[in-house]
């Protein structure tokens, strides 16, 4: 869609390629969330409720990039603050379906869960880190604006 002088391309990747790199981010955090909780029993809940994290957190950025981008001023700190609140939105929402998981699994193991807020910032700070792994591949991300 083109908004200015800048046309935005949708973005598309297949759906294997999304599962098999949200499925091995939730095996590989999982395992460590497991131990943390007590142990690789933990580990198919666990794995679970980062997959929320990983594949949800896909689909939040999807939203952004495919659906409210293309409607946004061509103005980068206007594209910065929608994206942030994006995914300070996502990361309560997210974090809210990883805790209604959790207390539907999990039988008696307490987790500790982040303020509704907390939630948010923390999602912004994964989506910072995933994106400067991007950066650092030279792919389109946050920070250079191409993605």
Same mark, same amino acid.
């Given at each position: 869609?083109?908004?200015?002088?800048?046309?935005?391309?949708?973005?598309?990747?297949?759906?294997?390629?999304?599962?098999?790199?949200?499925?091995?981010?939730?095996?590989?955090?999982?395992?460590?969330?497991?131990?943390?909780?007590?142990?690789?029993?933990?580990?198919?809940?666990?794995?679970?409720?980062?997959?929320?994290?990983?594949?949800?957190?896909?689909?939040?950025?999807?939203?952004?990039?495919?659906?409210?981008?293309?409607?946004?001023?061509?103005?980068?700190?206007?594209?910065?603050?929608?994206?942030?609140?994006?995914?300070?939105?996502?990361?309560?929402?997210?974090?809210?379906?990883?805790?209604?998981?959790?207390?539907?699994?999990?039988?008696?193991?307490?987790?500790?869960?982040?303020?509704?807020?907390?939630?948010?910032?923390?999602?912004?700070?994964?989506?910072?880190?995933?994106?400067?792994?991007?950066? !650092?591949?030279?792919?389109?991300? !946050?920070?250079?604006?191409?993605?």
């Amino acid at each position: 869609m083109q908004h200015g002088d800048i046309t935005w391309q949708p973005y598309h990747e297949p759906l294997s390629t999304t599962l098999l790199r949200t499925g091995a981010i939730a095996l590989v955090v999982g395992a460590v969330l497991a131990l943390r909780l007590g142990g690789m029993a933990y580990w198919p809940i666990a794995m679970l409720l980062v997959l929320w994290l990983s594949l949800g957190g896909h689909w939040i950025e999807i939203l952004f990039l495919n659906f409210l981008r293309p409607h946004l001023p061509v103005v980068y700190p206007v594209q910065i603050a929608v994206r942030i609140s994006i995914w300070f939105l996502g990361g309560i929402v997210l974090v809210l379906a990883m805790k209604l998981t959790a207390m539907t699994l999990a039988q008696h193991r307490p987790i500790h869960w982040p303020a509704w807020w907390g939630a948010g910032l923390a999602f912004i700070g994964i989506e910072l880190i995933a994106h400067l792994v991007l950066q !650092f591949r030279r792919r389109p991300n !946050f920070y250079n604006g191409r993605g």
